[in-house]
């Protein structure tokens, strides 16, 4: 989330305003790109495939490639029109140069005649370029191809004619620039991820995605094609793929309402989680915003108006909420919007007003032709409906046990919990840690003055399978909220997170390197994404990594993180030139290090890599937390297989 500071102090205000555009990109890249770590750099990538999308969405392209080359630049390929080569009169350059090298032209420097439709994307393509050690555009257009290459953003010489093509289309290849990003290296699976979700996003599109950096088994380049047919709906049924189904099948709807573009698919599951992922112009908008609105509304009316008519809630004795409507419900909401207005802490909620009642009336229309349509499917859900209510009935007052005491104020800290001094929350840490015997070592070996710690019993409840009651009885839980000091809960959302009175800003999950500490970080994590995402979205949640290995030898040690680390020290120690076998220690639990060993490793802010946990895809996340806490096991062990990082040591 850092500017590169040395930047920022070498240019004063004054001196800002005088400069141009593409020196203002690269001076102040997060301004454009969010951060210049590895999220900006791959944001780099989906900022040249939005173009390509715009294209497609205009009805002039259906196949989008994407390599990541040898040397990890990125080389981007659409079957679209290809950008317009001629002269462009204002700027005396061609219209490729540009879209290239001006800020803020993307495709809409001359409204008439060269606005790529829809202009729904981010900030073009020319802060790629500007943040691109080189790039090169080559046009396949009118039966030419024409080139261009900048460095840095400028261009090396005009647009040029360099041959005849009988296609049309742009490539672009770019190579980030490695004195602004602080990692240069790709992420196959992010983009994979991405593009699958464009994919389902943009139905009828095909997006491929190749990687030149490697070879699997058989010689071939890992190389992966995403293409959606059924869109939005398919997209649940993946989310939703090791969940099992309330009703047969996923309810569908695509159109226009009031000119604007709303895709709307759900699914009820017997789970009690609320998965409902909303984007606007294929943006993940997680703060969710008025199509969000819009989509609640649509729902709950039309289905408390089946349910009323129902008869079927003649009986109960309380009130259904908002939120009954809701469990174990996964929906997807996407509307396409021209001018959107984010809002929120992360820009990521739509503001725009007009859109609550087009989605809400899509909405409404698809669902209430489907309930006429499946008498069975409405039955279930309405039943449902009826459960969660009294679920949460039971849920409100176990919530409120737990709530009750941290209102009371120190006695209601947990007993377990070793809290530290200070009691400024930014300048504290909590460290949840497996097992009351590790949770000892960390308590004597802390700074006391600004780490707590709090050792967490065994397995702690698997969230993704109980319901909402059982997650506020349980022990371990309770204990996080009381000693996070987070409440739940207000008049309109039951489930709203109240962050006000957080007593601290990093909260560090502790786990054994083996197997079981694995296991155990991912039920912490399913709770943090289910119940406080929050937390993950604020950047509060970090995972320690204590070391897997201690290598002696006389007098000297080294810890190592990983079997070539390992290796190395080995080497290095034996190296020093005498016979004898260097004694190697692997640590299999933190319980095994004493308190001045994980304060060196761990815990010691000096020494310390802290992971922080952050959501690059909710939908892929939904998808997995679902998949990996779930009944069935099959995708599990594949999941498991290709990631596991302790099976050889364990085995
Ligand atoms: C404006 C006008 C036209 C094409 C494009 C933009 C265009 C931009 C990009 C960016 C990546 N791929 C693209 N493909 C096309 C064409 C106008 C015309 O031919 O009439």
Redesign the pocket.
Known sequence: MSDNSENKEKYGADSIQSLEGMEHVRMRPSMYIGDIGIRGLHHLVYE?ID??I??ALAG??DEIKVWINEDNSITVE?N?????VDMHKKEGIS?LEV?MTKIGAG?KFDKD????SGGLHGVG?SVVNALSKSLKAVVH?QGKVWQQEYKKGKADYPAKEVGTSEKT??I?TFMPDDTIFEVGTYNYDTLASRLRELSYLNHGIKLELTDMRSVDDEGKHIHQLFYSDRGLEEFVEYIDETRERLIEKVIHMEGERDGIPVEVALVYNTSFNENIHSYVNNINTHEGGTHLSGFRRGLTNTLKKYAEASGMLDKLKFEIAGDDFREGLTAIVSVKVQEPQFEGQTKTKLGNREIVAPVSQAVSEMLTNYLEENPKDAHQIVQKVILAATARHAARKAREMVQRKTVMGGSGLPGKLADCSEKDPSLCELFLVEGDSAGGTAKQGRDRFFQAILPLRGKILNVEKAMQHKIFENEEIKNIYTGLGVTVGTEEDSKALNLDKLRYHKVVIMCDADVDGSHIETLILTFFFRHMKELIENGYIYIATPPLYLVKKGGKQHYAWDDDQRDRYIRDLRGAGSESSVNVQRYKGLGEMNAEQLWDTTMNPEMRTLRQVTIENAAECDHVFSMLMGDDVPPRRAFIEANAKYAKIDA
Do not use: F, L, Q
């Open positions: 040249v173009n390509s715009d294209e002039h392209c659409d679209g029109r290809g950008i317009p219209a879209v495709g005649s060269y606005k790529v393509v257009r289309g742009t672009v």
